[in-house]
């Protein structure tokens, strides 16, 4: 399987995860940043992302914890620093609970993941979705049933990482219903929590739920920045690691 993936500086080695729809290249500013701050640092593609090969067909949260359990094997890499954004932030503290003992520290920044308090409002989406589904496999509206999935993932779910994910659409319905909500008190190794103060994504309150329920997290809340903060903040986010790391 072809991973793709970059290798810059030298020292105490850090491993970057991107978020759903990025690659390596998203968190390419971060890594220079840290790299030029005496880390070692390792960016990759997430499988089915950029030009790094799936797994398999269709991948769920474990796929993806297991992927990277290899890589750090393959690379002997001992001990290092995981950072995970957004989905990389999922994948990150899920791994922390199942092989905490592999990593020196952990960083997640607005991290998905958290099990929204929307729930009840998705399970009427969900019951909405299946009754459009039946109404448009109904002869003379059956051919209509691609506009209208489309107009209702846009317009009612507003979930755009749906539409662009391609060959990677289920793989993204395995993603989204599994929570790490009951993984966190896993956690037991320093944790440093970054959240963007006006997250319209993943929003404040799953950052404080994160930080909350891992035993040794502590809380940073970057002010006016949003969920793409390591991609528009890369200075700022590798200069409050580096601190983190080396305190």
């Not at 797994?55 to 094997?73: G, P, Q, T």
């Not at 990150?92 to 009840?120: C, H, T, W």
Request: aromatic residues 10%; hydrophobic residues 45%.
């Amino acid at each position: 399987m072809k991973i793709n993936y970059t290798v810059k500086g030298d020292g105490p080695p850090i491993i970057l995860m991107h978020g759903w729809g990025g690659s390596s290249a998203s968190l390419e500013p971060l890594q220079e940043q840290l790299a030029g701050k005496g880390f070692q640092v390792f960016n990759f593609d997430l499988p089915g992302f950029g030009q790094s090969e799936m797994l398999k067909k269709v991948m769920d949260l474990s796929d993806y914890v297991e992927f990277l359990h290899a890589f750090l094997e393959r690379m002997n890499i001992y001990k290092p620093v995981l950072v995970g954004h957004s989905f990389g932030g999922k994948i990150a503290v899920a791994f922390a609970a199942k092989y905490g003992d592999k990593l020196a520290r952990l960083v997640i920044i607005d991290a998905s993941g958290i099990n929204p308090k929307i729930e009840k409002k998705q399970r009427r989406l969900q019951r909405t979705a299946k009754f459009f589904g039946k109404v448009f496999n109904l002869p003379g509206l059956h051919f209509t049933k691609p506009l209208a999935r489309k107009l209702f993932y846009k317009t009612i779910v507003k979930e755009s990482d749906y539409l662009k994910a391609g060959k990677l659409k289920e793989t993204f319905k395995n993603i989204v219903k599994e929570h790490v909500d009951l993984l966190l008190s896993k956690i037991n190794m320093e944790t440093l929590v970054i959240w963007g103060e006006k997250d319209g994504i993943t929003p404040l309150w799953q950052g404080k739920k994160l930080a909350q329920g891992i035993r040794n997290a502590r809380l940073e809340v970057i002010e006016n920045a949003t969920h793409n903060l390591p991609l528009v903040m890369p200075e700022l986010v590798a200069k409050i690691i580096s601190l983190f790391i080396r305190k």
